[in-house]
């Protein structure tokens, strides 16, 4: 049975957000201790991050490893031209520290989009960083594909959490995307000699799905 989605209201605050929060965010440890939360920038890219991509690199390399799990790296260069053309998402500390980043990329001549390469730097960690993060970046595939339909491949119960909140459901392998291309980045992740003996069908990431279709227009 096909169930429909609840609606995504656009025009809510965390969609519009690429200013600081205006309040103070505060997290309350054992009801005792309590601790101020840093406030974030969360912005489309442009040609001016590019900066940030060694640091983004040596962030994601690192925390593949202390996870010990897949983490399918990408290149610099790859990284520079997703942030040129405007297809990732990066967040700063009030700082100015670089604090977390993700992008999108179209497969299938833009019947698919996947969301990938979500990092929060270490020191911005459990803040609700990520989550920001994932509504920019699921807003951004929305825009630019609005009729895509949108993935994510993930082992961090962290990303399947907020890809459910999202609107985002299990599927299998079989539902995503064909194109090779897309494929040959889980070369680079450890578990990629599990996802070939499988013949592609099966790897130890959870496949999950946004359809658009399932979305209930605003109006209704
Ligand atoms: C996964 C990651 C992005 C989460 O970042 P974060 O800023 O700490 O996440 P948030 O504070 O926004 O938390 C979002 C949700 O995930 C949950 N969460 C965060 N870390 C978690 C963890 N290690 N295990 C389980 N749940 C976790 C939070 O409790 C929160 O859920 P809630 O709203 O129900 O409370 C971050 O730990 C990271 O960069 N890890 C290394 C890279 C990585 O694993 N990327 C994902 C690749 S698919």
């Known amino acids: 049975m096909k169930t429909l989605k609840r609606t995504i209201d656009f025009s809510a605050p965390y ?3 690429a200013e600081p ?3 103070k965010r505060t997290l309350s440890l054992n009801n005792q201790t309590t601790v101020e939360l840093p406030d974030f920038r969360v912005e489309v890219t442009n040609s001016d991050h590019a900066f940030w991509v ?3 690199c040596e962030v994601t390399l690192s925390s593949a490893i202390a996870r010990g799990t897949g983490i399918s790296g990408r290149s610099p260069e790859f990284l520079i031209e997703k942030i040129n053309k405007g297809e990732a ?3 700063f500390a009030d700082n100015g520290k670089w604090a977390g980043f993700s992008f999108i990329s179209s497969w299938d001549n833009g019947r698919y989009v996947s969301n990938s390469g979500l990092i929060v730097a270490p020191e911005f960690r459990h803040t609700g960083l990520a989550k920001t993060i994932k509504r920019k970046i ?4 929305r ?3 609005p009729d895509a339909l949108i993935f994510s491949l993930t082992t961090g119960l962290a990303v399947m959490k907020m890809n459910h909140e999202l609107g985002f ?3 299998t392998y079989s539902e995503l995307t064909t194109d090779e291309l897309f494929w040959e980045n889980c070369k680079s992740c450890v578990n990629c000699p599990i996802l070939m003996s499988k013949e592609r069908k099966n790897c130890l990431c959870t496949a999950m799905l946004y359809d658009p279709k399932n979305e209930i227009p605003t109006a209704l």
């Open 15 to 17: 969609f519009l957000q």
């Open 21 to 23: 929060f205006q309040e």
């Open 54 to 56: 060694k640091e983004i």
């Open 89 to 91: 998402v990066i967040a």
């Open 138 to 141: 699921f807003e951004l595939s």
């Open 143 to 145: 825009k630019k594909y």
């Open 169 to 171: 459901e299990p599927v």
